[in-house]
């Protein structure tokens, strides 16, 4: 059994109890410790993976990644690495809020690294990526949505065509972004 199995399983047990505003707050607190560098961001890792709210996700991956932009830069891209395998490999239940925040960086090697990703991504996901991302997003963000959308465009899937529908309208193409169920 992982050394995390412990801490996963008490955190879910805690999450039907817990509101997202508890959450928050509690999450502010680690976030703070890190900051301070009193605790390392691996503090973070029991929320990132555990959590499903958007926002809470999506900040604490914030703070693990920015965690580690002090140390040493093989330190950054081991955290980038590690978060590109949570979204990999499924590991995070709020896969799209992980994915936002590796979008959200700007940097043209991490998106790279998650462009392959970005089709494994439930509709639902998508949505969550699209509502995270920076009101006013960088170059770099814009041209990886667009090749998104250049990607799914036209597709007969249900699932892609929704991704479709997400990105342009991120782009101004289409409607604001809403969650809706996927087609079966």
């Known amino acids: 059994m992982s050394p995390m199995t412990p801490a996963l399983i008490s955190y879910w047990q805690r999450l039907p109890a817990e509101s997202p505003a508890i959450r928050g707050i509690n ?13 390392p961001p691996d503090v973070l890792v029991t929320t990132i993976l555990a959590d499903n709210d958007d926002e809470i996700v999506h900040a ?16 950054r891209a ?34 790279e690294r998650i462009a392959a990703q970005r089709l494994s991504l439930s509709a639902e996901e998508v949505a969550v ?4 991302l920076p009101p006013a997003p960088a170059k770099s963000i814009v041209a990886f949505l667009r090749e998104w959308a250049e990607l799914v465009e036209g597709s007969s899937d249900p699932t892609l065509s929704r991704h479709y529908e997400l990105v342009a309208s ?3 193409r289409r409607a604001p972004v809403t969650t809706q169920p996927e087609a079966a």
């Open 170 to 172: 991120v782009l101004g």
């Open 27 to 39: 999450l502010a607190a680690l976030r703070d410790d890190v900051r301070a560098g009193y605790r």
């Open 60 to 75: 604490a991956t914030c703070a693990y990644v920015e965690g580690y932009t002090s140390s040493p830069a093989a330190h």
């Open 78 to 111: 081991a955290a980038i690495d590690t978060a590109v395998e949570w979204v990999r490999r499924g590991l995070a239940l709020n896969r799209g809020a992980v994915f936002a925040v590796l979008l959200g960086t700007g940097d043209i090697d991490v998106h």
């Open 129 to 132: 990526v699209c509502r995270q």
